[in-house]
């Protein structure tokens, strides 16, 4: 089966489980909307299916807090393992995905992209990979999805879900932003919001020195990135 396909399927089931639960009792109900370890399951509400959105102010940024420790990976893939610390200077988006979400495909052309875009103005782009099912635990899985969806950016196998917890999270996929100074200062849980996402990077790097004009800091996208199609057609 195809990494869409899977993530097709996982999607269908995970709004059948959420329907029949809400139409049976709210003590079932909470049962497909009780936290794993460190959070909530998935950002899918129960009206209708519709993933839950949530972001902070676009401008002025606020500092939401530390950016939290990133021990307790298992393995760290396309890198060797990075720490809060050793990330100063640079502005980070943590990505938290696991490669049979498809929301976490949908969004993925756009992490390509910047990590991309931005790599040389100071941008680390760090997939966070924290596993729902059995064969998301698999390394050798992450692997082949991780080279089958074209990701070069560094991903921390979190199959204890302690990153999860030192973030709080509760949803795939969730970003948070962190500036250069280890802050962070923006999140975003579900899919949408690309262009304020986007800003909200050039906001960051131009607080770390980075320069708009002379190709230093490209303008932002309009649309989907290029890559979306070809994603689309790898994952199919």
Request: some cysteine.
């Amino acid at each position: 089966m195809s990494l869409l396909a899977l993530a097709k399927l996982r999607s269908t089931l995970l709004l059948v489980a959420c329907a029949a639960a809400t139409a049976t009792s709210p003590a079932l109900a909470e049962r497909f909307t009780a936290p794993l370890p460190g959070g909530n399951a998935s950002a899918i509400g129960a009206a209708g299916g519709a993933v839950i959105l949530k972001t902070g102010n676009v401008a002025p940024l606020p500092v939401e807090g530390p950016l939290p420790p990133l021990d307790g990976a298992v393995q760290w893939l396309n890198s060797p393992p990075l720490t809060a610390q050793s990330l100063r200077g640079k502005v980070v988006l943590i990505d938290f995905w696991t490669f049979s979400c498809i929301n976490c495909l949908h969004t993925l052309p756009y992490v390509k992209a910047w990590s991309q875009k931005y790599r040389d103005q100071g941008l680390v782009v760090i997939g966070i990979h924290a596993p729902e099912f059995a064969s998301e635990r698999d390394i050798g899985n992450v692997k082949k999805a991780m080279h089958d969806l074209g990701i070069d950016y560094p991903v921390a196998i979190d199959n204890n879900f302690a990153i999860w917890r030192a973030f709080r999270n509760r949803y795939w996929p969730a970003f948070y932003f962190a500036d250069a100074q280890g802050r962070i200062r923006y999140h975003h849980f579900g899919e949408g919001e690309y262009a304020e996402s986007e800003q909200v990077i050039q906001q960051l790097l131009r607080e770390a020195g980075a320069k708009q004009g002379e190709n230093r800091l490209p303008a932002i996208t309009a649309g989907a990135p290029r890559v979306l199609a070809n994603q689309e057609k790898t994952a199919s």
